[in-house]
């Protein structure tokens, strides 16, 4: 597979880093076609509900309404939450637009993955059939986690899925000696030497979800994990190259990309979306495009003390 190696990552220009604030159709238009290697999204799942995260704070308080470790007596406040519409009743119009850009935007070796849910995945396989052609379609990844809460009427639902279309199926950038090893199940059955390397994972990937008091966590609803866009980022662009997230909610894919010497450019409609990025990213100074008008919303107050995230149900 096309795997142009970085002979000297020295000679490489340093990652840049933009984040548009704004709706991300006319911003693509913007962009000139063939300019992006990888092009990750997650758009909203159209679960038909506003995902949002609460933050808590919680004090130590005789009266209080929660019980703690040794029966200790908590009270609750909440400081405010994040939060963003995701309901769509014509969710394929809205997506078809920005695919069709994704596609024009894409290098002749790019790949673009789309992430989404069991409940609209499969109009989406066939939205992009139509866009990239059936014979682009490399890949459907399950992301596989184990959280939240586990239903008594059906099986739980604990995956999402991703799907990867490569522009050019016979000449796509696939870096197979970045893919990060996983532990065998059986390593006694493999002998020492495999053993201590690991094997590639397969098409379904085990990882946690963001913890919600872990250090990764940025307080965004829907935040995905840094490891799932790092595989994504190593393996399917090469250094120095654009990769473009037009959905990018805390900024994940940013953090990816410029810390494994990728530019990002992140598009985003949310003004709490570019604040969580701004802040995140701060290290890689991004440069802001159109964001003047998403800093003139007040920040919701800094949490003090141990503050906590209500999860949605949803990773
Ligand atoms: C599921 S979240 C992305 C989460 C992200 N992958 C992360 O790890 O934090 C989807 C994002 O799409 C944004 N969005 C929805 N419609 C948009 C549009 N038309 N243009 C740009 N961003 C949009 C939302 O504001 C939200 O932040």
């Known amino acids: 597979m096309n795997r142009r190696s970085a002979s000297n990552p020295k000679s490489l220009p340093a990652p840049s880093l933009d984040i548009h604030f704004g709706d991300n159709l006319p911003i693509l238009r913007g962009f000139a076609e063939e ?44 400081l405010g939450s994040l939060e963003f519409p995701d309901a769509f009743s014509d969710y394929l119009d809205f997506l078809g637009p920005r695919l069709q850009e994704a596609y024009r935007l894409l290098h002749p070796a790019g790949s673009l993955f789309l992430h989404v849910d069991y409940r609209e995945v499969h109009y989406c396989k066939v939205l992009l059939d139509q866009i990239f052609g059936r014979d682009s379609f490399v890949n459907e990844i399950i992301w596989s986690y184990d959280y939240g809460a586990r239903s008594r009427k059906r099986w ?53 979800v963001v913890s919600p008091t872990g250090k990764e966590k940025t ?23 654009r990769v473009l997230d037009f959905f990018a909610g805390s900024g994940t894919t940013g953090e990816a990309a410029v810390r494994a010497g990728r530019s990002a450019v992140l598009i985003d409609s949310h003004p709490d979306a570019v604040r969580v990025m701004r802040k995140r990213l701060a290290f890689a100074k991004p440069a802001l495009h159109g ?25």
């Open 156 to 208: 739980s639902p604990k995956h999402d899925n991703i799907l990867w279309y490569a522009k050019n199926p016979k000449d796509y950038t696939y870096r197979y000696e970045d893919i990060d090893r996983i532990p065998y199940m059986a390593p006694a059955l493999v002998g020492p030497k495999k053993a201590a390397r690991g094997k590639t994972p397969t098409d379904t990937w085990w990882q946690t």
């Open 219 to 241: 307080g965004y609803p829907t935040q995905k994990p840094l490891a799932i866009l790092e595989r994504i980022v190593k393996v399917h662009s090469n250094p120095g190259d």
């Open 35 to 78: 300019s992006f290697h990888l092009v990750y999204i997650d758009p909203p799942f159209n679960t038909g509900k506003t995902q949002s995260r609460s933050r808590l704070k919680t004090t130590r308080d005789a009266n209080g309404d929660r019980t703690g470790f040794q029966g200790r007596r908590y009270k609750t406040t909440r």
């Open 291 to 315: 964001v003047k008008q998403a800093s003139s919303r007040k920040p919701p107050k800094r949490p003090s003390g141990r503050d906590e995230l209500e999860a949605s149900g949803r990773p």
